[in-house]
């Protein structure tokens, strides 16, 4: 016989939503996460010790000065910007060997916040021992971990704090780290003019050995050449720069000579041009003609040739101008000799220069070697004199040398503990709960395999859920004792959903996919529950490994089914009555090595025909599906078969492996029924089906 079950979709809840109900089914674990880490944080901040911090101020202000044997301007400086060797400065204040000075220096060796020996030990950690001594690098660790530098960008103002756990120590630790940069400051600044002026004495040692040496090389090589030294260069090259002097000046004078006579030879006849050029005082007489000229010529043109004063006139005019005819033939014969004179002086000094010329360029090529001395002994003196300037210059600073920093500000002990940020970490520490309680409740969900809803054995198997029995005290009995609670109502809709006393299903398996599911004591409640009212039941222990039949109703060692199907008892002798309702019970008998095989054999199914017409309806109490055979068998001899699931707990890979096996074996499942389910949990769950469990339906259930 098969049961026509109806397909039921469900609707997929909205993601939100779920998560939603994720989250109320897991609230405890939201809340306490919640409340744990934000306590957890508060007792670590009670449990931090209180620190102080104290800052100090620096200005890095450096000399601009190069000193010798220094590298040049364009080095590193240069190429490195500001921030970078600010940044270079702050790692030197709080460099390793200054953290160990500051220890040193404050003793902070007997400090417990820098060494674990000076601290108490509480019971029982005093048991375990001394402890080791930290070293002296730990403690210089401990003490640059505590010392922090700051740059405001684009400056050269560097903040030194310390936090210690007492103002005056934070102050002096800050205080002492300051003051032990600018001695280092002072101490580079120190050694570098001395390592300056060292620099400077060794090379002025060896500059003066080579002029020395220059010197004396120079006074041998002049020696040897011959070469006499005058005031300016050597003789030969004096002379030769007079007589260059001279034969200019003679060429000047030559020049004008025949400038001279070249004007008075190219005037040809015209004599008065001709006696300027050459004569200039003749102009006079010159002028004189012109006058007796214009006088003859006036009289001849009024008188005749033989008028006295004309003859007279032209006889003046006769002898000025054979006067100035004489004169310029003696200025002319002085022009020419005096061309020539210049002319012989020329080829003289020409002569003469050409002889200083060839005899001083042979000295010169023999005195090479001496002029390449005196240059290298000049340069030497040059520069023995800058060096002898440079370090008068250096002795003169020595007294003036200042770090290359100065503290702008000193560190006051400070009036209030460095904030812990109270409020903050609190506040970080609610949220963080509040998200690690989210995660947990996600996490708890996903790992969750079993089935805890309807739903869920709806939209995943495909079964009826017909029934969620709660959690309760004597189950077999609790129908009996409270009619009117839960537990009572849930057999009674099991009743309805299953349409038990119908007609319909005559035999009905009750199974489970592994043991402790809660079958046996459903197959009992819900057979007592149909015989109260007023059904003829009949309930078969057919679980003959594990029998619960004898210690429910104290049938131990009494004849069964498996003594019927063997044949060594009656079927009216195995049947017994329950004591408190009227339902008749087949126990599972006394088990034997063949006691397996009956429930394979033909004769189960024909008791089971024999019996379908006796009652209303047969219960029957099958093994687990999931791991016993004869499960299998009951459940398909059964005209249906209820699958138990125990709310919370039977995974849900074990319940499709046992759907699976009784489908194989061809029983029809007509539902399943969730056990042995918590109602508090459940309730809050915001599955449907846990709206039984809601308390305004409380008052509909009582006991």
Same mark, same amino acid.
């Given at each position: 016989?098969?049961?026509?079950?109806?397909?039921?979709?469900?609707?997929?809840?909205k993601?939100?939503?779920e998560?939603?109900?994720?989250?109320?089914?897991?609230?405890?674990?939201?809340?306490?996460?919640?409340i744990?880490? +934000?306590?957890?944080?508060?007792?670590v901040?009670?449990?931090?010790?209180?620190?102080?911090?104290?800052?100090?101020?620096?200005?890095?202000?450096?000399?601009?000065?190069r000193?010798?044997?220094?590298a040049?301007?364009?080095?590193?400086?240069?190429?490195?910007?500001q921030?970078?060797?600010?940044?270079? &400065?702050?790692?030197?204040i709080?460099? #390793?060997?200054?953290? =160990?000075?500051i220890?040193?220096?404050?003793?902070?060796?007997?400090?417990?916040?820098?060494?674990k020996? @000076?601290?108490?030990?509480?019971?029982?950690f005093?048991?375990?021992?001394?402890?080791?001594?930290?070293?002296?690098t730990?403690?210089? $660790?401990?003490v640059?971990?505590?010392?922090?530098?700051s740059?405001a960008?684009g400056?050269?103002?560097?903040?030194v704090?310390?936090v210690?756990?007492?103002?005056?120590?934070?102050?002096?630790?800050?205080?002492?780290?300051?003051?032990?940069?600018?001695?280092?400051?002072r101490?580079?600044s120190?050694?570098?003019?001395?390592?300056?002026?060292?620099?400077? /004495?060794?090379?002025?040692?060896?500059v003066?050995?080579?002029?020395?040496?220059?010197?004396?090389?120079?006074?041998?090589?002049?020696?040897?050449?011959?070469?006499v030294?005058g @005031? *300016?260069?050597t003789?030969?090259?004096?002379?030769?720069?007079?007589?260059?002097a001279?034969?200019?000046?003679?060429?000047a004078?030559?020049?004008?000579?025949?400038?001279?006579?070249?004007?008075?030879? *190219?005037?040809?006849?015209?004599?008065?041009?001709?006696?300027a050029?050459?004569?200039?005082?003749?102009?006079?007489?010159r002028k004189?003609?012109a006058?007796?000229?214009?006088q003859e010529?006036?009289?001849?043109?009024e008188?005749?040739k033989?008028?006295?004063?004309?003859?007279?006139?032209?006889? &003046?005019?006769?002898?000025?101008?054979?006067?100035?005819?004489?004169e310029?033939?003696? !200025?002319? /014969?002085?022009?020419?000799? /005096?061309?020539?004179?210049d002319?012989?002086?020329?080829?003289t000094?020409?002569? @003469?220069?050409?002889?200083?010329?060839? &005899?001083?360029?042979?000295?010169?090529?023999?005195?090479?070697?001496?002029?390449?001395?005196?240059e290298?002994a000049?340069a030497?003196?040059?520069?023995?004199?800058a060096?002898?300037? *440079?370090?008068?210059?250096?002795? *003169?600073?020595a007294?003036?040398?200042?770090?290359?920093a100065?503290i702008?500000?000193?560190?006051?002990?400070?009036a209030?503990?460095?904030s812990? %940020?109270?409020?903050?970490?609190?506040?970080?520490s609610?949220?963080?709960?509040?998200?690690?309680?989210?995660?947990l409740?996600?996490l708890?969900?996903?790992?969750?395999?079993s089935?805890?809803?309807? /739903?869920?054995?709806?939209?995943?198997?495909?079964?009826?859920?017909h029934?969620?029995? +709660?959690?309760?005290?004597? +189950?077999? $009995?609790?129908?009996?004792?409270?009619?009117?609670?839960?537990?009572?109502?849930? #057999?009674?809709a099991?009743?309805?959903g299953? =349409?038990?006393?119908?007609?319909?299903?005559?035999i009905?398996?009750?199974?489970?996919?592994?043991p !402790?599911?809660?079958?046996?004591?459903?197959?009992?409640?819900l057979?007592?529950?149909?015989?109260?009212?007023?059904m003829?039941?009949?309930?078969?222990d057919?679980?003959?490994r594990?029998?619960?039949?004898?210690?429910?109703f104290?049938?131990?060692?009494?004849p069964?089914?498996?003594? %019927?199907?063997?044949?060594?008892?009656?079927? !009216?002798?195995?049947?017994?009555r329950?004591?408190?309702?009227?339902?008749e019970?087949?126990?599972? =008998?006394?088990?034997n090595?063949d006691?397996?095989?009956?429930?394979?054999? +033909?004769?189960?199914?024909?008791?089971?025909?024999?019996?379908?017409g006796?009652?209303?309806?047969?219960?029957?109490?099958?093994?687990?599906?999931?791991?016993?055979?004869?499960?299998?068998?009951?459940?398909?001899?059964?005209?249906? @078969?209820?699958l138990?699931i125990?709310?919370?707990?039977?995974p849900?890979h074990?319940?499709?492996?046992?759907?699976?096996?009784?489908?194989?074996?061809?029983?029809?499942?007509?539902?399943?029924?969730?056990?042995?389910?918590?109602?508090?949990v %459940?309730?809050?769950?915001?599955?449907?089906?846990?709206?039984?469990?809601?308390?305004?339906y409380?008052?509909?259930?009582?006991?």
């Open positions: 016989m098969s049961l026509a079950l109806p397909s039921l979709e469900i609707a997929p809840p993601p939100l939503v998560q939603l109900l994720v989250l109320r089914r897991h609230w405890w674990l939201v809340l306490g996460c919640t744990a880490v +934000p306590l957890f944080a508060a007792m901040l009670l449990a931090l010790p209180v620190n102080y911090r104290a800052t100090g101020v620096v200005l890095y202000d450096p000399a601009s000065t000193l010798p044997g220094t040049a301007p364009g080095g590193a400086e240069n190429i490195l910007d921030d970078t060797v600010i940044a270079s &400065q702050g790692a030197i709080a460099s #390793l060997p200054a953290a =160990g000075e220890v040193g220096q404050l003793n902070l060796l007997q400090a417990p916040a820098f060494n020996l @000076a601290r108490g030990r509480v019971f029982p005093s048991l375990l021992g001394a402890r080791a001594k930290p070293s002296a730990a403690l210089a $660790e401990e640059q971990r505590r010392l922090s530098i740059v960008p400056s050269r103002v560097i903040s704090s310390f210690a756990p007492s103002p005056r120590l934070a102050a002096d630790a800050a205080n002492l780290a300051m003051r032990l940069y600018l001695d280092h400051e101490d580079v120190f050694k570098s003019l001395t390592d300056a002026q060292d620099w400077l /004495e060794a090379h002025s040692a060896i003066q050995k080579q002029l020395d040496d220059t010197e004396i090389a120079l006074a041998k090589a002049r020696a040897q050449a011959g070469v030294q @005031a *300016q260069g003789l030969t090259t004096e002379t030769a720069s007079r007589l260059a001279s034969l200019v000046e003679a060429r004078s030559l020049a004008m000579a025949r400038a001279r006579l070249d004007a008075a030879t *190219q005037a040809g006849g015209d004599a008065a041009a001709a006696n050029a050459i004569a200039p005082n003749l102009l006079p007489l004189q003609q006058d007796l000229a214009a010529k006036s009289l001849a043109s008188y005749g033989d008028y006295p004063p004309l003859v007279t006139a032209r006889a &003046q005019l006769a002898a000025v101008t054979s006067q100035i005819d004489a310029a033939a003696r !200025e002319m /014969e002085a022009a020419r000799a /005096e061309v020539a004179a002319q012989a002086q020329v080829a000094l020409q002569s @003469a220069l050409d002889q200083a010329r060839a &005899q001083s360029q042979t000295e010169d090529e023999e005195a090479a070697p001496v002029r390449a001395l005196a290298r000049a030497g003196r040059d520069m023995l004199r060096i002898t300037l *440079q370090a008068g210059q250096l002795a *003169q600073d007294s003036l040398i200042r770090p290359d100065r702008l500000s000193a560190a006051a002990p400070p209030h503990p460095v812990r %940020h109270v409020p903050l970490v609190l506040c970080a609610l949220v963080l709960g509040l998200c690690l309680g989210v995660l409740a996600g708890r969900e996903a790992l969750d395999t089935v805890r809803s309807g /739903e869920a054995l709806r939209g995943e198997f495909g079964l009826i859920c029934a969620l029995l +709660p959690e309760t005290v004597n +189950p077999a $009995e609790a129908a009996l004792v409270a009619p009117f609670s839960l537990y009572a109502e849930q #057999l009674r099991l009743r309805t299953l =349409g038990l006393g119908e007609g319909g299903c005559k009905l398996a009750v199974t489970a996919a592994r !402790e599911e809660g079958k046996t004591t459903l197959c009992i409640a057979a007592r529950a149909l015989a109260v009212a007023g003829n039941i009949l309930a078969i057919g679980d003959i594990q029998p619960s039949f004898n210690k429910i104290n049938k131990a060692g009494a069964g089914l498996a003594d %019927h199907l063997s044949g060594q008892a009656l079927l !009216e002798t195995c049947l017994t329950d004591s408190l309702t009227t339902l019970i087949l126990p599972a =008998g006394t088990r090595r006691t397996l095989n009956l429930l394979l054999s +033909p004769a189960l199914p024909a008791l089971l025909a024999s019996l379908r006796r009652y209303d309806l047969i219960l029957l109490d099958a093994p687990p599906a999931f791991a016993l055979a004869e499960g299998r068998v009951l459940a398909r001899l059964a005209d249906a @078969a209820l138990c125990r709310w919370g707990h039977t849900r074990v319940v499709r492996g046992a759907m699976t096996l009784l489908h194989e074996a061809g029983a029809v499942i007509a539902g399943a029924v969730l056990t042995r389910v918590d109602p508090k %459940h309730g809050r769950s915001g599955h449907a089906d846990a709206e039984f469990y809601a308390p305004r409380g008052r509909y259930f009582s006991k």
